[in-house]
Nanobody, 126 residues
């Protein structure tokens, strides 16, 4: 059974950093592209960042580019999202997701990911 468990969220002030983690199990983690998405209240789930299975390619949404960094440790089966210079508009439930296709670079589309974690809440407020 595929399991994705996010952690690391919290309530922080604008400008600070947080690192999210996603522990994966139940599948060959090192053969799938992985992504981070987020969903704010009343809004649709949106793409944040993606990383290919060998970390050769990373992709970011424009609204987090140059502030967030996605990475993975295939030996630990863990996905990370380093979030710097957080803004109030970054407030959302953050989800870890697995691409639907093995050995694929994946895409930035929600529909290209078919396994999701429960999410971890990030709230940025002064």
């Amino acid at each position: 059974e595929v399991q994705l468990v996010e952690s690391g969220g919290g309530l922080v002030q604008p400008g600070v950093s947080l690192r999210l983690s996603c522990a994966a199990s139940g599948f060959a983690f090192n053969t799938y592209a992985m992504g981070w998405f987020r969903q704010a209240p009343g809004k649709e789930r949106e793409f944040v960042a993606r990383i290919t299975w060998r970390s050769m390619i990373t992709s970011y949404a424009d609204y987090v580019k140059d502030r967030f960094v996605i990475s993975r440790d295939n030996a630990k089966k863990t996905l990370y999202l380093q979030m710097n210079s957080l803004k109030p508009e970054d407030t959302a439930l953050y989800y870890c997701a697995r691409s639907s296709r093995q050995f694929s670079s994946g895409s930035n589309s929600v529909t290209d990911f078919n396994s999701w974690g429960q999410g971890t809440q990030v709230t940025v407020s002064s």
